[in-house]
C-alpha cells in the first residue's frame, strides 16, 4: 500500500507567477483535500475533490484551483503568486468524503514566493 | 465560524512526567473532532476521532477526551519519541465543505 506522494518537495518562485503542485493519492482512496500551513500555524483547509469534482471549498480566492483526475491523483494550481502565498501545502487522501476519518497526509511542498 | 484554540503553545516535559493538552472549540454542529501528530518536515498523522460528548479514545500512551467545549489529550509517562506538535481539528455539521479546522497546535518536548 502505497502513501501520499506529493512533488515537487520544495519550490521558489517569484510574485506574480503561476505554481502546479502534484499529489498521488493513496491507494484506493477517491477524495483528495489541500491544506496551506503557514509557518507556526495549523493546516488550513483549501478545498476537497470527490471524483473529479469540487467537493466543498474553504476562504481561499479563486487564484486558487484544483483538479483532480481518474487515477484520483490530483493538482494545486495557484495564479498570481503573492508574498503570503509563502506556506507548506499538504494533500491529504480519503477513502470517502463525508465524515473525514483517517486523513492520510502527504510531506507536502515548501512554496517560497519571493 | 468554527473556531478551535489549543494550550498551552508549547510544553517541555522530562520523561516519565505525564501532562494533558487542551483543544477548546466552538462549531456549529460538531461531526468530529480529530486529535493529528506532525513531526517536522512532515504531513499530520492520525492519531483519534471523537463524535460525542463524554467519550474516550486510548492508544499506548495517549488518551483523548471529550467534553461539550473542549477535548484533552493526556499523555501518560511520555518518552522522548513523543515529542512532536500535536493538532487539534473540528469538522462541523449540517452544509459545506468537510474541511477540517485545526488549531495552531501543542508543540511536546520530551527531555530525556
Known amino acids: 500500500e502505497t502513501g501520499v506522494t506529493q512533488s515537487p518537495t520544495h519550490l521558489i518562485k517569484t510574485r506574480g507567477q503561476q505554481v502546479t503542485l502534484r499529489c498521488s493519492s493513496q491507494?484506493?482512496?477517491?477524495?483528495v483535500s489541500w491544506y496551506q500551513q503557514a509557518l507556526g500555524q495549523g493546516p488550513q483547509f483549501i478545498f476537497q475533490?470527490?471524483?473529479?469534482?469540487?467537493?466543498g471549498r474553504g476562504n481561499f480566492p479563486p487564484r486558487f484551483s484544483g483538479l483532480q483526475f481518474p487515477n484520483y491523483s490530483s493538482e494545486l494550481n495557484v495564479n498570481a503568486l503573492e508574498l503570503d502565498d509563502s506556506a507548506l501545502y499538504l494533500c491529504?487522501?480519503?477513502?470517502?468524503?463525508?465524515?473525514?476519518?483517517?486523513?492520510?497526509f502527504g510531506s507536502g511542498t515548501q512554496l517560497s514566493v519571493l | 465560524e468554527d473556531q478551535v484554540t489549543q494550550s498551552p503553545e508549547a510544553l517541555r516535559l522530562q520523561e516519565g512526567e505525564s501532562s494533558s493538552l487542551n483543544c477548546s472549540y466552538t462549531?456549529?454542529?460538531?461531526?468530529?473532532l480529530f486529535w493529528y501528530r506532525q513531526d517536522p518536515g512532515k504531513g499530520p498523522e492520525f492519531l483519534f476521532t471523537l463524535y460525542s460528548a463524554g467519550e474516550e479514545k486510548e492508544k499506548e500512551r495517549l488518551k483523548a477526551t471529550l467534553t461539550k467545549k473542549e477535548s484533552f489529550l493526556h499523555i501518560t509517562a511520555p518518552k522522548p519519541e513523543d515529542s512532536a506538535t500535536y493538532l487539534c481539528?473540528?469538522?462541523?455539521?449540517?452544509?459545506?465543505?468537510?474541511?477540517?479546522?485545526f488549531g495552531k497546535g501543542t508543540h511536546l518536548i520530551i527531555q530525556p
Open positions: 491507494s484506493g482512496h477517491n477524495t
Open positions: 462549531v456549529s454542529g460538531l461531526r468530529g
Open positions: 491529504a487522501s480519503s477513502f470517502n468524503r463525508g465524515i473525514n476519518e483517517k486523513l492520510f
Open positions: 481539528a473540528v469538522q462541523a455539521s449540517g452544509g459545506g465543505a468537510d474541511g477540517l479546522t
Open positions: 475533490y470527490y471524483r473529479e469534482e469540487e467537493n
